[in-house]
């Protein structure tokens, strides 16, 4: 398998993005796992100029439409800073079928770590028109129905459909972004 590379060039438009967890190993069904995810998304708002404009997390990957300074560097520090974070979560868990799982799957030029929790690259794909963000953010919003978890997206606890609807959602979400 060839290694991916970010193809962030254009930073004044906003990119939509999937990370996958290595295997589609539910590392997500831990409450503990999804508040690391948005540690790290708040303080790429607050220190990197991350700005978020949708998002759903399901249980072994999450979509994101984004855009920063930076994008490419936030996204790495991203998952490097919750790959940490979430190996470290599931050791002080004694979680050791999900950690041998995460080692069993790293690939084999990984040679700086025993695990790996993410799959390589994000697969960015940039969003110019407004009908692309729409059709985008109707996508994450969806994911969870979908596959039948929820019969509405604002029932996802783990969504910006919330913000979207006008409820309370779990991080900041700019929905004006016409």
Known sequence: MTRSRYQIVETEYSYFMTCTIVSWLPVFTRVEAVDIVYESWRYAQRERGLKLFGYVILENHLHLIASAPDLSNVMQRFKSFTARQILALLKSKGERTLLSQLETSKLQHKTESQYQVWEEGSHPQQIRPDE?????????HNNPDRRGYVDDPTQWRYTSARNYAKQPGLIDVITDWK
């Open 132 to 140: 692309m963000m729409w059709q985008k953010l109707e996508y994450i």
